[in-house]
């Protein structure tokens, strides 16, 4: 039974006195709360991992990371291993955003690079896929958003791909006020766990995880996640909002 999981990405935001309330502040209200419908993740930048870590440690709250290297180690001033992720006890790393695509020219083959370094490093890749407004107008996202995701993780063995989060994030709906409606969505969501199914069976497709990325928000995320391919949201904007993103996780 695939898990419903509800993941905030901080991008580059909070310095750390704002980061820490916030974090004590979510941790605290889904333990107050006692809210249990969801895997709860925070995906902060990577000076607080370790000290959030250690915040939230006991809580029902994971800490994540929002990218890796694509190598193992070496020369590579200002990158931030897989391995290092690990050490500090991270489970989960956000691969392929469309940010990283956009302004750091990340390619599917890069992606599938950092994610076998995810996976060998004992991390859950959260991989994110989605089209431009260009390429949904064309009416071709199917086939785009499907290759995004054959190119990057197809390779990967049955075992290997169950421990993969799969995050759909139409781009001309991250940061602009439009959403994806439910039924565009769930649309997606649906192609994709179809090429799941085509590639490595139902029963495998049935526990993988999809999110949908989006201007995802209190007033919108109970339709969204009602979808019965939509497992849950990878949440920008609205997780910077302690309240707001407690809200959405109790839309479950």
């Not at 759909?168 to 709906?173: G, Q, S, T």
């Not at 707001?244 to 479950?252: E, L, P, Q, R």
């Amino acid at each position: 039974m695939r898990k419903n999981i509800v993941a905030g990405n901080w991008k580059m935001n909070k310095e750390l006195p704002d980061a820490l309330k916030l974090a004590s502040e979510i941790s605290n209200m889904v333990k107050d709360e006692s809210i249990s419908g969801a895997e709860v993740i925070m995906c902060v930048p990577f000076p607080y991992l370790s000290t959030l870590s250690k915040l939230v440690e006991g809580s029902e709250v994971k800490i994540g990371a929002q990218n890796c290297s694509n190598h193992e180690s070496g020369a590579y001033t200002g990158e931030v291993s897989a391995a290092m992720l690990n050490s500090v006890g991270i489970s989960f790393v956000i691969l392929g955003h469309s940010e990283r695509r956009e302004y750091f020219s990340e390619d599917n083959a890069t992606i599938a690079q950092k994610v076998d370094l995810a996976l060998a490093n004992d991390l859950s890749p959260i991989f994110c896929c989605g089209e431009t407004l260009d390429i949904r107008e064309a009416g071709t996202q199917d086939d785009f958003v499907a290759n995004q995701m054959g190119e990057s993780l197809f390779h990967l063995t049955e075992e290997q791909i169950k421990k993969v989060v799969i995050a759909y994030e139409p781009v001309w709906a991250i940061g602009t006020g439009k959403t994806a409606s439910a039924e565009q969505a769930q649309e997606m969501h649906a192609c994709l766990r179809a090429k799941l199914s085509d590639k490595y069976g139902a029963d495998i497709a049935d526990e993988i995880s999809i999110l949908y990325g989006g201007s995802v928000k209190p007033g919108n995320a109970r339709e969204i996640f009602a979808g019965k391919d939509v497992d849950g949201g990878l949440i920008g904007g609205a997780s910077l909002d302690s309240r707001g993103f407690v809200d959405i996780i109790k839309s479950f």
